[in-house]
């Protein structure tokens, strides 16, 4: 079956550095997305890895294993604003479309 | 172009009432998702469009779930029969063609079913 896996929630401290987690394991892979969401808005499109490595945006960093079905969200220099859920999704396959969502993990920022 | 808008923005009615609900993408986007998601749940793909064309539908959709996007610009999405497990979020999102290209996220229609 399809199935991905993240942390329900997680608390950090501000200015600190935060990892999520995220174990997948789909019938393909095409393709892992992070997206962050506020509470009561809409998804926002933070990274996207196609390739094993570490792709790097400011302060968030995104790194993918195909061969172990792991990536993570790395946010560095937490500020308040960061509190929010964090999205893994995948597509698991060349022309299919639809992405595979983990429920979120909930981050909470601590002064 | 000020991104993905959905209307209603709140809906309540009554079990077994009908709801429709709008989505317009972003004006280039050719590619439009409907999505529903709960509290605590990340999304559920319920179905995609390219341009006017329907080209997946999660098994998962019951027969009363319909969507049609005639002219390839906007998007409805229609529940018949509503029932009290139909009350979530219901998210459109639009892209451009690419398998690596982000999707935009309108704010929702959240539903209420009583």
């Known amino acids: 079956g399809q199935n991905i896996d993240q942390p329900t929630e997680m608390t950090a401290t501000e200015g600190a550095i935060v990892q999520i987690n995220c174990t997948y394991q789909?019938?393909?892979?095409?393709?892992l997305f992070w997206y962050q969401q506020h509470a009561g808005e809409a998804p926002t499109f933070l990274s996207y890895?196609?390739l094993d490595g570490l792709e790097e945006k400011g302060r968030f960093s995104s790194f993918l294993s195909r061969s172990k079905g792991y990536s993570y969200l790395l946010l560095k220099e937490l500020q308040m604003k960061d509190s929010a859920s964090y999205l893994c999704?995948?597509?698991?396959?060349?022309?299919?479309?639809?992405?595979?969502w983990g429920a979120g993990t909930k981050l909470i920022i601590k002064p | 172009d000020t991104g993905v808008s959905q209307d209603p923005r709140h809906k309540i009615t009554k079990r077994g009432q009908n709801v429709t609900f709008r989505c317009d993408p972003i004006?280039?986007?050719?590619?439009l998702y409907w999505y529903r998601q709960t509290l605590g749940q990340g999304p559920e793909f319920l179905t995609y469009?390219?341009?006017?064309?329907?080209?997946?539908k999660s098994r998962l959709l019951s027969d009363r779930f319909s969507a049609e996007r005639p002219k390839g610009s906007f998007s409805t999405l229609e529940i018949q029969r509503t029932e009290q497990g139909d009350s979530a979020m219901y998210l459109c999102?639009?892209?451009?063609?690419?398998?690596?290209?982000?999707?935009?996220f309108g704010q929702g229609t959240r539903l209420t079913v009583v």
């Open positions: 789909t019938s393909g892979f095409n393709g």
């Open positions: 469009f390219q341009n006017e064309a329907q080209l997946e």
């Open positions: 004006s280039e986007h050719n590619r």
């Open positions: 999704a995948v597509r698991d396959g060349e022309g299919n479309y639809q992405l595979i």
């Open positions: 890895n196609v």
């Open positions: 999102a639009s892209s451009l063609p690419g398998g690596g290209t982000e999707a935009f």
